[in-house]
């Protein structure tokens, strides 16, 4: 049931020794009866199932002619599994161990994958918390040699309870529970493994990224909402143009061998490795942070050439991002409102970018959070009141502005010149503004 391929789906975050994970999962279907005692490991394997069942695509085995009662609201995939896993754990306060650390980040994952925000801030947060208490964010005292294995699982561990909770105060608007400046504990290594030993890690190029990209876009949403108290435009480039040199610094250090480009969409040659969810996951994060910054500053591109770089790198973001489609809907919202502003105010990006066309590509993004809220997925019940809102901050932005169906690419749009733009903004409530869009950030 569990192929290797598929654990190489979540190579960008350390679950567990893989290695020694996959003799049990051999060992439960071979021999159930010695693993019948091992609650914590059950219920862990438990939630691997679950995981791997939101990622099976195709048609899935019918269970019988639905009843009146179960075809009302489907339970979501995986979800019986989840629900046996976390009967089974029992995370003692007192003698905590690795393997509870383990069993929490993958909750918070399951219920982050299915877009349960809260949930997974209830799990990140205890996961976070028996992390420390297993110090496992100091570096040991004890001598390397012959502990390697152990030494590096515990800190990889640390750093995938580190960037669970990351992901999701960022995306709830909460503040992070510590300071990444403050930690003493290394990155991912495989400097100190023995060759013979690899097999129980990924790659820790990925692992790196990931929590780096988890900490800046957490630096970025705090830069964005100091702006809500600012009206000085110096000030708001002040504060943004050092989010955008660090994000700068981190795409130059991915290696050559998952460096893409996403101008023409997902990149195939991503989309066809083991791991495109984890390195998809990794430029999603990317994208999300270059648009968070953006939303601050994307009309003002007649002001200065350093904002000319903002707006044009920003709605370029926004662009990419939109590309993803289901795989971020949420940050979709901002990348809709990006390009619909752009098209409106500042034709010029609109015309600089290459191959696509703004209006295609809003059209068809737009469409797929419709069907996935018609289609009566929970997670997207409010994204056609978002969808409106669009609307609405379009509106409200461009004042006399005609408003057209951006989504019929036979349309000519009467754009007003830019010099009208920079008064445009002065009849902006940008406490409401930024309120609305920090709701998608």
Known sequence: MLKSD??????????FLRRDFRQRVQLLFSDPASQSKDRSWLSRASLVFALATTFMYGTQPSTGEPTAESSEAPAPPGSDLFEQA????NVSSEEPTTEDVEALNLMAFYCYSLNRRRMAYKYATQSLAVAKLLFLDKPSSLPLTGREILLEHRKRLWWTSFCMERMVVAELGLAPAHAMSKLEVGLPSSQDIPESEMSQFFGPSVQSLQTEICEIKCQIMEAVGHLRR??????MLFELWPCFDTLRSWKEKVPSYISFNFKDGVPEEMSQRSCARGLASLYLRYHQGVDAN???SRLNATMRQRIQVLAKEGHEAARNNSKFGYW?????FSSLSIISIAKAVAP??????SGDDDSYLYSKCRSILKEMAEAGNPAARDHNALLIDVDIIVQGLTGNVEQVDISDKSTNMDVPPLEFCENLWSDVDWVDFLNTCSQWA
């Not at 598929?6 to 679950?15: A, L, R, S, T």
């Not at 600012?230 to 000030?235: A, G, I, Q, Y």
């Not at 010029?348 to 970018?353: H, N, P, R, T, V």
């Open 294 to 296: 953006h939303l601050d």
């Open 348 to 353: 010029e990006l609109s015309e600089s970018s």
């Open 328 to 332: 971020d809907s949420v940050h979709a």
């Open 86 to 89: 976390v009967s089974l754990l």
């Open 230 to 235: 600012v009206s000085d435009l110096e000030t």
């Open 6 to 15: 598929f654990i190489e789906i979540f190579c960008d975050h350390h679950w």
